[in-house]
């Protein structure tokens, strides 16, 4: 099981504001991440929307971080793009197929390993230590 493209992508743009420390144009942080310019372009107006970079307009304008890296987790950047996490969709109440997850194994299951993983992303940041 993997994280989609999308939030794969979306990791490596804040990993490298947060390396360059610098205002860097949409051009240049598509090749650094090896990310489509369009692509790029799509889950940084993504992160800005979610106050996580900061855009600017102009001669001058790029994309910066709009916060410390140490503030910023792995699990913010995820659910930026994907929505809240769950391991299941069964988790979600419109694609339970048995009256209340609470009642099926399966969902008791899945619903802790959903916390766990969230809680585990939510403790990873983007400062050089990590944590």
Do not use: W
């Not at 999308?6 to 990310?35: H, P």
């Not at 929307?49 to 994309?63: D, F, L, M, N």
Request: aromatic share 8%; net charge positive; hydrophobic share 35%.
């Amino acid at each position: 099981m993997y994280i989609t493209l999308e939030s794969d992508y979306a990791v490596r743009i804040v990993d490298c504001l947060a390396a360059e420390q610098r205002r860097m144009d949409a051009r240049e942080i598509a090749g650094k991440t090896d990310v489509t310019l369009r692509f790029a372009l799509k889950i940084l107006r993504k992160l800005v929307s979610a106050k996580i970079v900061r855009s600017y307009k102009g001669a001058t304008g790029g994309y910066e971080l709009a916060k410390n890296p140490k503030d910023i987790t792995l699990l913010e950047v995820i659910e930026t793009v994907e929505g809240t996490y769950v391991f299941s969709r069964c988790l979600r109440d419109d694609n339970c197929l048995r009256v209340g997850r609470n009642h099926c194994k399966f969902g008791r299951a899945f619903s802790g390993i959903t916390q766990d993983v969230r809680s585990r992303l939510g403790k990873v940041n983007f400062s050089e230590d990590g944590r």
